[in-house]
């Protein structure tokens, strides 16, 4: 499990640095509005990311866990919400992501707007 680092989108322009995606990462949730996490697919295939959530809905049924499919050759944008925080198991204000394919290809970089 690799600790992402958010890098920070400034006026002047970004270009944000990406490295290979794990199969399993934590990641800065921000305010819970600010802050994306940035997968870019380089493979021939979907893969998908998933977003852990922690605990269980007011029904006692657990938290669905977010599932992203980052098209093959291209890009998604994960708005990483305060309800993703897994304080147990990524750390004080962050979330764990989770992907289907461990390709070097498949590239991540973390954003903050703000």
């Given at each position: 499990?690799?600790?992402?680092?958010?890098?920070?989108?400034?006026?002047?322009?970004?270009?944000?640095?990406?490295?290979?995606?794990?199969?399993?990462?934590?990641?800065?949730?921000?305010?819970?509005?600010?802050?994306?996490?940035?997968?870019?697919?380089?493979?021939?295939?979907?893969?998908?990311?998933?977003?852990?959530?922690?605990?269980?809905?007011?029904?006692?049924?657990?938290?669905?866990?977010?599932?992203?499919?980052?098209?093959?050759?291209?890009?998604?944008?994960?708005?990483?919400?305060?309800?993703?925080?897994?304080?147990?198991?990524?750390g004080v204000g962050r979330c764990t992501l989770n992907?289907?394919?461990?390709?070097?290809?498949?590239?991540?970089?973390?954003?903050?707007?703000?």
């Open positions: 499990m690799a600790a992402l680092t958010t890098q920070l989108l400034v006026n002047a322009g970004t270009a944000p640095e990406f490295g290979a995606a794990a199969a399993s990462d934590t990641a800065e949730v921000g305010t819970g509005s600010n802050t994306f996490a940035v997968y870019r697919n380089g493979t021939a295939d979907p893969v998908d990311v998933t977003v852990v959530v922690p605990g269980n809905t007011s029904y006692g049924q657990p938290t669905p866990d977010p599932v992203i499919a980052v098209p093959a050759g291209g890009e998604a944008w994960i708005p990483l919400r305060r309800e993703y925080v897994d304080r147990a198991g990524a992907t289907s394919d461990q390709d070097p290809a498949l590239e991540v970089a973390v954003v903050r707007v703000g």
